[in-house]
C-alpha cells in the first residue's frame, strides 16, 4: 500500500494542453492520467483513486467549476484536492467561484512550471502521509478490535496505544520470568516459541507506533 504509485488527473479539452501538463509533471512520482471533458474526468474518478486533479476552468459542455461541484458531492472523491487552471485574465470572480465550489488552488495560464511542480508535490506528501496514518489506524485496528466503535479522536487513539504498549509489556516479563521456571522439555518448548512470537508483536508495535514514517 505505501509504496503505491499515487495518480493525477489532469482534465482540459486542449490535446496541447494535456501535452503541456503531462511534461510538466513528468519529473513528478506520480502516474498521470487525462480527460478531455468534464464528463469524462467524472468517469475516470469513478473508475480509479487519485491524488490530485489539475482542471481547466473554462471547457464546453461541463465546465470546471460544475464538474468540481458533482466531485465534492461523492463520498468517494469528495478530499481530492483540485487545481484550477484557467487562461482568463482579469476575472477574479473565477477564482472567488473556484475557491467556492472547493478547489485548493487558482493558477492563471500563463504559470510558472515549477510553481505547479511544487505545488502538486507538496499535495502528493500529503496523500502519502494520509495513507500512511490510515494504514497505522487500520493496525491498530486490527490489535484491537473495539478501536472501531470508539469516538475519532487522535486523544483516544493515543491512549490505546498506550494501554496496547503497557500490556506487551506486562506479558512480556511473565514470559520471561516463565522461561527460567519450567523444567519439561515440551513445556519449555512452548513458551520459547511464544516469546519469539511475543518479540515479533513487539517489533511490530515499534515499527507502527514509535518509529519515523518511512518515505515512499
Known amino acids: ?3 503505491e504509485t499515487p495518480n493525477i488527473l489532469v482534465v482540459d479539452d486542449q490535446q496541447e494542453n494535456l501535452l503541456a501538463l503531462a ?7 506520480a502516474s498521470v492520467a487525462t480527460a478531455r471533458s468534464g464528463e469524462d474526468a467524472l468517469r475516470a474518478l469513478m473508475a480509479d483513486h487519485y ?5 481547466d476552468v473554462l471547457m464546453p459542455g461541463m465546465d470546471g467549476f460544475e464538474t ?7 463520498d468517494r472523491t469528495r478530499d481530492i484536492p483540485i487545481i484550477f487552471l484557467t487562461a ?9 467561484r473556484g475557491f467556492a465550489v472547493g478547489a485548493v488552488d487558482y493558477l492563471v495560464k500563463p504559470f510558472d512550471p515549477w510553481v505547479l511542480r511544487s505545488k502538486v508535490e ?3 506528501d500529503l496523500h502519502r502521509e494520509r495513507r500512511r ?12 478490535p473495539g478501536l472501531a466503535g470508539l469516538p475519532d479522536d487522535p486523544s483516544t487513539a493515543s491512549v490505546l496505544v498506550r494501554t496496547l504498549a503497557a500490556r506487551l509489556e506486562a506479558v512480556e516479563a511473565s514470559v520471561a520470568s516463565t522461561v527460567g521456571t519450567v523444567t519439561d522439555t515440551a513445556a519449555k518448548q512452548a513458551v520459547v516459541q511464544l516469546d519469539r512470537e511475543i518479540a515479533a508483536l513487539r517489533a511490530a508495535h515499534d515499527a507502527l507506533f514509535t518509529s519515523s514514517p518511512s518515505t515512499d
Not at 491524488?51 to 482542471?55: G, Q
Not at 461541484?69 to 461523492?74: E, L, Q, S, W
Not at 497505522?136 to 484491537?144: E, P, T
Request: proline share 2%; no cysteine; glycine share 4%.
Open 1 to 3: 500500500m505505501g509504496s
Open 23 to 29: 511534461a510538466v509533471l513528468k519529473s513528478v512520482d
Open 51 to 55: 491524488a490530485v486533479i489539475l482542471m
Open 68 to 74: 468540481a461541484y458533482h466531485i465534492k458531492r461523492k
Open 88 to 96: 482568463a485574465r482579469g476575472e477574479p470572480e473565477l477564482a472567488f
Open 122 to 124: 507538496a499535495l502528493l
Open 133 to 144: 496514518l490510515d494504514a497505522r489506524s487500520s493496525a491498530l485496528a486490527r490489535l484491537l
